[in-house]
């Protein structure tokens, strides 16, 4: 089992930053990748971010050049940092693990961008 603990989320002025972080507990040695997904109000769940263990990245074209994933092994954390934050960029954030064998999912932190 895997725990997984969001935090970081607000609400910001479009063009403005934030960093949101995740922090895992539990069975972290099983963790393959992790990564930032997001939804929005009335729309599907989708991928933002993700790192593999080995350090490798993929963005949804939405966010490349805005947004940064980064892991910190030694502290058990995956961080997400944004910038030139759009209102569209507004939703419920979640980061996820994958073990290979089980996805895991945090409870949510919401990020609000204002026009």
């Known amino acids: 089992q895997v725990q997984l603990v969001e935090s970081g989320g607000g609400l910001v002025q479009a063009g403005g930053s934030l960093r949101l972080s995740c922090a895992a507990s539990?069975?972290?040695?099983?963790?393959?990748?992790m990564g930032w997904s997001r939804q929005a109000p009335g729309k599907q769940r989708e991928l933002v971010a993700a790192?593999?263990?080995?350090?490798?990245?993929v963005y949804a074209d939405s966010v490349k050049g805005r947004f940064t994933i980064s892991r910190d092994k030694a502290k058990n954390t995956v961080n997400l940092q944004m910038v030139r934050l759009k209102p569209e960029d507004t939703a419920v954030y979640y980061c996820n693990a994958d073990t290979g064998v089980a996805g895991y999912w945090g409870q949510g932190t919401q990020v609000t961008v204002s026009s």
């Open positions: 539990g069975s972290i040695f099983s963790i393959n990748a």
């Open positions: 790192i593999t263990s080995g350090g490798s990245t």
